[in-house]
């Protein structure tokens, strides 16, 4: 096994658990291991940090699975490793009656970086997210079968994730029927149906949980404004916490229609608006007032680089949003992305508002649940932040 061995100056992150080597962190190595091989990374002094996978197309040319380096990365160790993630998710009460989807394994957060897996019932869904684990691949499955009865699996990793690594996706049912590919399952009571083809990253926002329990319980009546709704699930979750109205915008008529279905199943009435969220905020001013706005856009700043505009962006959506809240209501302002953490969005906030001639007071932050764990060494695991706000 090759060994990579680490510069003076960036073995301190690595020693404290961080998980990825960057490229800039190496001593040269001759001859370059193989895509996705396994490598026993090193000190300047060549004490072992621990083992990972190569990505040589990658920036993070090593992701470390462990820190013992005599431990490989084969059937057993998959196999307890994803044990201990489901043994973690049932402490805190998933699966249950009332919620059989969460999020069973979450890369770094469960020591294998470069894999998802979401369970929906009887379905998990797959995301590879580099070549040491899409070479893995049918070794993944294998364990996944043996740790949990499940019906179907089916892949939805990234192209770009494959782009960037060098990997070949398998997009679709991998196990099961064929005709599988509908994801089923109940999500805080609520039963869901969503078609494959509709399906963002792995069908649904799982990490999203907790600010739909709040939510809920804010919603009572206030009139509310969902925007960037996807299938409703942040609406329902108002109208069931006793809203007077809700109001959800998507630009995606298909997953509109699935939300006006599942609204139907739940007697739970939702108006439905289709189209950009950016523009149709701007023709609301001055014609509608909500009591509460949720701002829930997709991911501004995919990579640090991005972080700039992405601040901008936000801050105008904040601005547009602010003049949309009654006075004295309530901006939940969310932000998916790592780059712009919470710091940077709470930024956003206050420029914004105050762009609108609003002042914004943070009531409270809510993050990813706990089905998303975040190593103590590695606040990158930390994507999702929201904050609730006071408008005055």
């Known amino acids: 096994m090759q060994q990579i061995r680490i510069k003076n100056g960036h073995i301190q992150p690595i020693w404290a658990g961080h998980p990825w080597v960057f490229a800039q962190a190496m001593q040269p190595v001759e001859p370059q291991p193989a895509a996705g091989a396994e490598v026993l990374v090193v000190d300047s002094e060549g004490k072992p940090l621990g083992r990972g996978l190569f990505s040589p197309g990658s920036a993070l040319r090593v992701r470390l699975f462990t820190r ?52 929906f019932g009887e379905t998990a869904v797959v995301q590879f997210g580099t070549v040491g684990m899409a070479a893995r691949r049918e070794l993944v499955l294998q364990a996944l079968q043996a740790a949990l009865p499940l019906r179907t699996i089916i892949e939805q990793s990234s192209a770009f994730a494959a782009k960037a690594e060098g990997f070949l996706v398998k997009r679709g049912v991998l196990v099961g029927p064929k005709e599988g590919a509908n994801l089923r399952f109940k999500e805080r009571g ?35 404004l969902d925007l960037f709704s996807y299938v409703g699930s942040i609406g329902l979750a108002a109208k069931r916490g006793g809203a007077d109205r809700v109001l959800s915008v998507d630009s995606s008529e298909p997953a509109l229609e699935v939300l006006r279905q599942h609204s139907d199943r739940h007697a739970l009435p939702i108006e439905t608006l289709c189209g950009d969220a950016h523009e149709l905020v701007r023709q609301m001013r001055g014609k509608e007032r909500f009591d509460l706005v949720i ?19 936000m801050r105008r959506l904040v601005r547009d949003c602010s003049e949309l ?13 790592a780059a712009l953490d919470l710091f940077s969005l709470t930024r956003s906030l206050a420029l914004g508002a105050r762009d609108a001639g609003r002042t914004a007071t943070v009531v409270e932050r809510v993050f990813q649940g706990a089905d998303h764990p975040v190593p103590a060494a ?15």
Not at 204 to 218: H, I, S
Not at 325 to 335: F, H, K, Q
Not at 380 to 392: C, F, H, N, P, Q
């Open 68 to 119: 013992d380096p005599e431990q490989s990365l084969d059937a057993a160790f998959l196999q307890a490793r994803l044990t201990r993630a489901l043994e973690l998710r049932k402490s805190f009460g998933l699966p249950s009656a009332e919620t059989n989807a969460f999020r069973w394994l979450f890369g770094e957060g469960d020591q294998l970086p470069g894999l998802i897996v979401d369970v």
């Open 190 to 224: 609520f039963e869901y149906e969503i078609p494959g083809e509709l399906a963002q990253k792995t069908g649904f926002y799982l990490d999203q949980r907790p600010l739909r329990d709040r939510v809920e319980a804010l919603a009572k009546g206030r009139r509310v």
């Open 295 to 313: 701002c829930d856009p997709p991911k501004l700043a995919p990579r640090r680089s991005a972080r700039v505009p992405a601040e901008k962006l």
């Open 325 to 337: 809240v009654t006075p004295n209501g309530l901006l939940i302002l969310s932000s998916c992305s």
């Open 378 to 392: 590695f606040p990158e695991g930390l994507y999702l932040s929201s904050v609730i706000a006071r408008l005055d």
